[in-house]
């Protein structure tokens, strides 16, 4: 037996009579908090460069997936089976390049040949299916990701800025909008345009191969070491942060992030 399908026999097994009283009563629906919290257990592993907990989330991440295709074979929707059997069948016709007789130039061509397939296959699913080059994006994506994959795939059929440069200039045409709508006091206004900056924003990060949601977080893992910074030497002079002054707020930052750069 491969150590695959031993994790999937203890599932199986835990799901089954004389398993686990916990995980029995569980559905597809009450999992959902766990998948979502091993991918950004399996992302903080990521971004940190630990292998070691890398190897770890991962597990806990194939176990998430395994038992969410128990629980769907145990209702007869589908099995394990079918879905490894889809993505295999689906990354063979996504890369005719490698499977079949198709060529490519470069990974620009592949994925616009990526999105006409995708775009075929919805279609052939249903009649209703959205036809539009931008679907297909779930909608609890976090935001600042899912400007960036929108941008990617309008980006496929050509419409795009030809350079980051490009799109920072659209920050600052956006930013003067903000600037604008704040001194127009209309809140509605100020969340229309503080939208589009961020967008533009993220396509600045796209067009320069940067992911801005990676970025964001490394900014707030950044904020949150600094900010704790402040709050420990303001704790040695025996003051509570509540009582220091936002000059010195300012100054202890300052001093913080210098000696970070040291």
């Not at 089954?16 to 995980?23: I, L, S």
């Not at 996504?94 to 060529?103: E, K, L, S, Y």
């Not at 127009?184 to 969340?191: C, D, I, K, T, Y």
Request: charged share 30%.
């Amino acid at each position: 037996m491969t150590r695959f399908a031993e994790l999937v026999d203890v599932v199986a097994r835990l799901r089954g009579p004389g398993g686990c009283p916990w995980d029995r009563e569980q559905t597809a629906e009450s999992l959902r908090a766990c998948l979502l919290e091993e991918c950004y257990e399996t992302l903080d592993a990521i971004d940190r460069g630990d292998s070691h907990a890398l190897r770890e989330e991962l597990g806990d991440l194939l176990l998430q997936i395994v038992f969410q295709a128990q629980v769907a074979a145990e209702t007869g929707r589908f099995t394990l089976e079918d879905v490894i059997g889809d993505v295999v069948a689906k990354m063979v016709r996504r890369h005719p390049h490698v499977f079949g007789d198709a060529t490519v130039a470069d990974s620009g061509e592949v994925m616009r040949n990526w999105s006409r397939i995708k775009a075929a296959e919805r279609a052939s699913r249903s009649e209703t299916a959205d036809p539009s080059v931008l679907s297909g994006l779930p909608p609890a994506l976090p935001a600042l990701h899912a400007a960036a994959r929108i941008g990617e795939k309008a980006a496929r059929v050509g419409f795009d800025w030809p350079s980051p440069a490009a799109a920072l200039a659209k920050v600052r045409e956006e930013v003067a909008e903000l600037e604008e709508a704040l001194a127009s006091g209309a809140p509605a206004r100020v969340e229309h345009e503080l939208g589009d900056v961020l967008f533009a924003v993220a396509s600045v990060a796209r067009l320069a191969e940067q992911s801005p949601e990676m970025a964001l977080r490394q900014a707030l893992a950044r904020f949150g070491r600094r900010f704790r910074v402040i709050e420990d030497a303001i704790r040695c002079s025996g003051r509570d942060i509540h009582s220091v002054t936002p000059a010195e707020l300012e100054a202890l930052w300052i001093e913080a992030k210098r000696a970070e750069s040291l």
